[in-house]
């Protein structure tokens, strides 16, 4: 046998002794006494730094048609803004809000106001509903999933392949239950696939025939302008599709500047059909007064175009590409050719998706944290914390500095051929 010999192709002796050397590298691992974290998709400390001159923003305070941004008002947000977000997620700008700082807020309450008041198109409330079912792609967002489980969603799952959703999956499943009122995707560089919504997958989503006539595609664009290649993913334009196809309402487009600017104290937005942003705002003038217009006038200033946008994300970039290509180095450098570990090389977001053989990933990431190296949650990408095959970890690399990324890798590179040679030994 090579170092690089698949392990099932391995005799019983020749997988015992791999399993001694790698347990002699992992009391190796657990001796050195670290403590890392991989944990959630955050900004580093240097990311945030690239924003540091907003804090000394705005410079004056009236907007372009001379409103006070000091004062209320304003609920759908700075135009001046929305123009700029238009432009940079291919809406018009009479379609879009500007909001507060969380676009997981402004899912939640597009949610909530289903449930309460039901949509623009709805025969009725949704908790009027016998039940209400979301269609989730996975792995994915564990946000979305607990959001829902809270208000008592039932979730069936499709798997999130390369292009998108599985959408005959998908199609099968809106068709006859009428129950099915929904479903997320976060259609560029996916929590944590890292998948592409293709134009093809998104036209079939925005086309397809439901039961519901309210159906409603959760289409949570976090990760539009989050490229770390050239390669640059277009994200399709699902609101134009929605309404060729004669289902102008069905998508709800979030996104925000969480990870563009200070992930804290950005800005999040909402896009959809000029009735849903009639509709958003009907029942957000109950809640509000006003977004936070001096956050908004900062952010104009501070980015002066999409351009400055783009630029700005230019240098998201140059901080994010080593530490992703250093998660590549260390499982390559481990698994590669062994048979059992698959992992994600995404071209833009904030995730590496990396599958161990079924009934592994529990015992990893319990690996991991003996060693000091803290993971998601195995199964913290499916719905109710469960992945059936226990296969799935999700591994955030921007937070930590890009040393403290490869020295964490190269344990959890460690942890995986452990618990694999572990389970082929029995
Ligand atoms: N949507 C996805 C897919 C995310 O990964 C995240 C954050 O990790 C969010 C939404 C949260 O966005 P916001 O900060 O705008 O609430």
Same mark, same amino acid.
């Given at each position: 046998?090579?170092?690089r010999t698949p392990?099932?192709?391995?005799?019983?002796?020749?997988?015992?002794?791999?399993?001694?050397?790698? /347990? @002699?590298?992992? $009391?190796?691992?657990?001796?050195? =006494? #670290?403590?890392?974290?991989?944990?959630?998709?955050?900004?580093? &400390? !240097?990311?945030?730094?690239?924003?540091?001159?907003?804090?000394?923003?705005?410079?004056?305070?009236?907007? /372009? @048609?001379?409103? $006070?941004?000091?004062?209320?008002? =304003? #609920?759908?947000?700075?135009?001046?803004?929305?123009?700029?977000? &238009? !432009?940079?997620?291919?809406?018009?700008?009479?379609?879009?809000?500007?909001?507060?700082?969380?676009?997981?807020?402004?899912?939640? $309450?597009?949610?909530?106001?289903?449930? #309460?008041?039901?949509?623009?198109?709805?025969?009725?409330?949704?908790?009027?509903?016998?039940?209400?079912?979301?269609?989730?792609?996975?792995?994915?967002?564990?946000?979305?999933?607990?959001?829902?489980?809270?208000?008592?969603?039932?979730?069936?799952?499709?798997?999130?392949?390369?292009?998108?959703?599985?959408?005959?999956?998908?199609?099968?499943?809106?068709?006859?239950?009428?129950?099915?009122?929904?479903?997320?995707?976060?259609?560029?560089?996916?929590?944590?696939?890292?998948?592409?919504?293709t134009q093809e997958?998104?036209?079939?989503?925005?086309?397809?025939?439901?039961?519901?006539?309210?159906?409603?595609?959760?289409?949570?664009?976090?990760?539009?302008?989050?490229?770390?290649?050239?390669?640059?993913?277009?994200?399709?334009?699902?609101?134009?599709?929605?309404?060729?196809?004669?289902?102008?309402?069905?998508?709800?487009?979030?996104?925000?500047?969480?990870?563009?600017?200070?992930?804290?104290?950005?800005?999040?937005?909402?896009?959809?059909?000029?009735?849903?942003?009639?509709?958003?705002?009907?029942?957000?003038?109950?809640?509000?007064?006003?977004?936070?217009?001096?956050?908004?006038?900062?952010?104009?200033?501070?980015?002066?175009?999409?351009?400055?946008?783009?630029?700005?994300?230019?240098?998201?970039?140059?901080?994010?590409?080593?530490?992703?290509?250093?998660?590549?180095?260390?499982?390559?450098?481990?698994?590669?050719?062994?048979?059992?570990?698959?992992?994600?090389?995404?071209?833009?977001?904030?995730?590496?998706?990396?599958?161990?053989?079924?009934?592994?990933?529990?015992?990893?990431v319990g690996l991991?944290?003996?060693?000091?190296?803290?993971?998601?949650?195995?199964?913290?990408?499916?719905?109710?914390?469960?992945?059936?095959?226990?296969?799935?970890?999700?591994?955030?690399?921007?937070?930590?500095?890009?040393?403290?990324?490869?020295?964490?890798?190269?344990?959890?590179?460690?942890?995986?051929?452990?618990?694999?040679?572990?389970?082929?030994?029995?």
């Open positions: 046998v090579t170092a392990l099932a192709d391995r005799s019983p002796d020749e997988l015992r002794s791999f399993l001694e050397a790698r /347990r @002699a590298d992992y $009391d190796e691992l657990v001796g050195r =006494g #670290l403590s890392l974290d991989l944990t959630r998709g955050k900004p580093s &400390a !240097e990311q945030l730094d690239l924003s540091e001159r907003l804090l000394t923003l705005p410079e004056g305070h009236r907007d /372009r @048609a001379g409103a $006070d941004v000091r004062n209320y008002g =304003g #609920l759908e947000g700075m135009p001046e803004l929305r123009e700029m977000f &238009a !432009e940079l997620l291919g809406v018009d700008a009479d379609q879009i809000v500007a909001g507060g700082n969380a676009s997981l807020t402004m899912m939640h $309450d597009v949610l909530v106001f289903h449930l #309460l008041h039901g949509g623009v198109d709805s025969p009725r409330p949704w908790k009027d509903e016998e039940k209400v079912t979301f269609v989730c792609p996975v792995p994915g967002y564990d946000r979305h999933y607990t959001m829902l489980e809270h208000y008592g969603i039932d979730m069936v799952t499709v798997p999130m392949l390369e292009d998108g959703p599985d959408v005959d999956a998908v199609e099968a499943l809106v068709r006859d239950d009428p129950s099915v009122k929904g479903m997320w995707i976060v259609p560029t560089y996916a929590n944590p696939a890292g998948s592409v919504v997958v998104a036209a079939r989503l925005a086309a397809m025939p439901t039961a519901a006539p309210d159906f409603r595609i959760f289409w949570d664009n976090a990760y539009a302008l989050h490229h770390l290649t050239e390669d640059e993913a277009k994200s399709a334009d699902v609101l134009s599709l929605g309404s060729a196809a004669g289902h102008p309402h069905r998508p709800v487009v979030f996104a925000s500047t969480s990870k563009i600017t200070l992930a804290g104290a950005g800005v999040a937005f909402l896009a959809g059909s000029r009735e849903t942003v009639r509709w958003y705002l009907g029942h957000l003038k109950y809640a509000s007064i006003g977004p936070d217009k001096v956050n908004h006038l900062r952010h104009v200033q501070f980015f002066g175009s999409p351009d400055g946008v783009r630029e700005h994300m230019g240098r998201h970039r140059e901080i994010l590409a080593p530490k992703f290509a250093a998660v590549d180095a260390a499982l390559t450098a481990e698994l590669d050719g062994l048979g059992v570990a698959e992992w994600t090389r995404p071209r833009g977001g904030y995730f590496v998706s990396l599958d161990v053989p079924d009934g592994c990933a529990g015992r990893v991991a944290k003996e060693a000091g190296i803290a993971l998601t949650p195995a199964g913290a990408s499916f719905p109710y914390g469960t992945d059936p095959r226990d296969r799935n970890i999700r591994l955030a690399p921007s937070f930590p500095v890009l040393e403290e990324v490869e020295t964490a890798m190269a344990g959890v590179a460690t942890c995986v051929a452990l618990a694999a040679a572990e389970q082929l030994v029995g």
